[in-house]
């Protein structure tokens, strides 16, 4: 077990349905993430990732294992504190905000009911820490671009303080040039904040960027995991991992150069 553990997760299974219909979608599942780590689940759509998210996230309550964030057991039924630790950003951020309500109601009603005071300059404090004027508190959803909108998500799932962030491919949905951005926005906050993240993605040059150590899954289970450098260095020693590495080269090389540029 990894000193200092954030996450840990032990022999985590999920079944959807029941009898001949029963599809599993979790085997035996394992990892362990430090505090402070950045953490990345790769491979293809159905393999797996994203359901690990969401019964760490509270989405999905009938796994069977373990599972505890800074070593305290999570229960099935999610809970007030676990929302506190733990935060998840999601995918699209054109479907995770309400069409009909302002920035400023998306990031009020997380401290409403948690009972948390002092809204206003909180929400003007997160706005500024993820790169938008406290101005865009008054604007809805369709007011915003893309890289915006998931700079809102980014803030929502921030203003309780978290020590956890979960992310389901945060930047697959926007442009190269804005997926720099946000992945930079996502690096500044981690060593600012000392946050711990779990991220899912497909795209190896962005896993690459992010994450220290990196967990490879395919038909439900991790087949291999290894640091950042073995993956840069063709050191994977799974044929399947070896097969992903191959394929990212082709399509991943200008999001590498974007990236660079922005950190630069």
Same mark, same amino acid.
């Given at each position: 077990?990894?000193? /200092?553990?954030? $996450?840990?997760?032990?022999?985590?299974?999920?079944?959807?349905?029941?009898?001949? !219909?029963?599809?599993?979608?979790?085997?035996?599942?394992?990892?362990?993430?430090?505090?402070?780590?950045?953490?990345?689940?790769?491979?293809?759509?159905?393999?797996?990732?994203?359901? &690990?998210? #969401?019964?760490?996230?509270?989405?999905?309550?009938?796994? +069977?294992?373990?599972?505890? $964030?800074?070593? !305290?057991?999570?229960? %099935?039924?999610?809970?007030?504190?676990?929302?506190?630790?733990?935060?998840?950003?999601?995918? @699209?951020?054109?479907?995770?905000?309400?069409?009909?309500?302002?920035?400023?109601?998306?990031?009020?009603?997380?401290? #409403?009911? %948690?009972?948390?005071?002092?809204?206003?300059?909180?929400? @003007? /404090?997160?706005?500024?820490?993820?790169?938008? /004027?406290?101005?865009?508190?008054?604007?809805?959803?369709? +007011?915003?671009?893309?890289?915006?909108?998931?700079?809102?998500?980014?803030?929502?799932?921030?203003?309780?303080?978290? !020590?956890?962030?979960?992310?389901?491919?945060?930047?697959?949905?926007?442009? &190269?040039?804005?997926?720099?951005?946000?992945?930079?926005?996502?690096?500044?906050?981690?060593?600012? @904040?000392?946050?711990?993240?779990?991220?899912?993605?497909?795209?190896?040059?962005?896993? *690459? %960027?992010?994450?220290?150590? $990196?967990? &490879?899954?395919?038909?439900?289970?991790? &087949?291999?995991?290894?640091?950042?450098?073995?993956?840069?260095?063709?050191? *994977?020693? %799974?044929?399947?991992?070896?097969?992903?590495?191959? *394929?990212?080269?082709?399509?991943?090389?200008?999001?590498? +150069?974007?990236?660079?540029? +922005?950190?630069?």
């Amino acid at each position: 077990m990894i000193t /200092n553990t954030m $996450i840990d997760i032990r022999a985590l299974n999920l079944t959807f349905g029941l009898g001949d !219909k029963a599809n599993r979608v979790l085997r035996d599942v394992s990892l362990s993430v430090a505090a402070g780590e950045s953490f990345g689940l790769v491979g293809e759509s159905g393999s797996g990732k994203t359901t &690990v998210l #969401r019964c760490l996230a509270g989405l999905y309550n009938h796994w +069977q294992g373990e599972l505890a $964030i800074a070593g !305290k057991p999570l229960a %099935h039924k999610l809970d007030r504190e676990r929302c506190r630790w733990v935060q998840m950003v999601f995918q @699209d951020p054109y479907g995770s905000l309400h069409p009909r309500h302002t920035v400023e109601t998306a990031l009020a009603e997380p401290l #409403r009911i %948690h009972g948390i005071g002092d809204r206003s300059s909180r929400i @003007d /404090n997160i706005l500024t820490k993820v790169g938008l /004027n406290p101005s865009f508190r008054y604007r809805y959803p369709h +007011q915003l671009s893309g890289g915006q909108r998931q700079r809102v998500a980014i803030a929502r799932a921030l203003i309780l303080e978290p !020590k956890v962030l979960l992310l389901d491919e945060p930047t697959s949905a926007l442009d &190269v040039s804005v997926q720099a951005e946000i992945l930079n926005l996502l690096v500044d906050l981690r060593a600012r @904040d000392g946050l711990t993240y779990l991220m899912v993605t497909h795209d190896l040059s962005v896993v *690459a %960027h992010l994450c220290e150590r $990196i967990a &490879v899954m395919q038909h439900g289970s991790i &087949v291999e995991t290894l640091t950042r450098d073995a993956l840069e260095s063709n050191s *994977a020693s %799974h044929p399947y991992t070896r097969m992903l590495v191959e *394929a990212s080269r082709h399509y991943s090389r200008e999001l590498a +150069q974007n990236i660079a540029l +922005q950190a630069a």
